[in-house]
């Protein structure tokens, strides 16, 4: 009885981490759960409910005893060109759409294809002679 009790509690535990983590948005976002993760990140303790970022932008909170929650906090595209790609800026948390074909330029969705790989920027004109 005992057991099937702690069960519940941390089954309990793990989906209001994740209702609460996903904010009620519709964007898709990854989280995980760990329940033998310690309530710590470098070099704090944490206690039951206090949150904090870690390196890899992911949003963590302590559900002490019964482990650790993580959910990432970078909102992704879902909807852009095939010639784009994102990507995930660690200082900032914020993602960015850019050239697959050189990702030193931005990406805008619903402009014209940009990508190098697919011709020419500039229109060519054909001279009659």
């Not at 309530?39 to 949150?51: A, D």
């Not at 030193?104 to 014209?112: D, H, I, N």
Request: glycine share 8%.
């Amino acid at each position: 009885m005992k057991m099937e009790l702690a069960r519940v509690n941390w089954m309990l535990a793990a989906a209001a981490f994740l209702l609460c983590a996903s904010g009620g948005s519709s964007a898709p976002m990854v989280c995980h759960f760990n329940s033998r993760a310690l309530c710590e990140f470098e070099g704090r303790h944490f206690s039951l409910g206090e949150s904090w970022m870690d390196d890899a932008c992911m949003q963590c909170t302590c559900l002490h005893p019964v482990g650790v929650g993580c959910c990432e906090t970078v909102h992704r595209p879902v909807d852009f060109p095939a010639w784009c790609e994102v990507r995930a800026d660690s200082a900032t948390c914020k993602a960015v759409l850019v050239q697959t074909a050189d990702p030193r330029l931005p990406c805008y969705p619903g402009e014209e294809i940009r990508d190098p790989g697919h011709g020419s920027l500039q229109p060519q004109q054909h001279r009659m002679g």
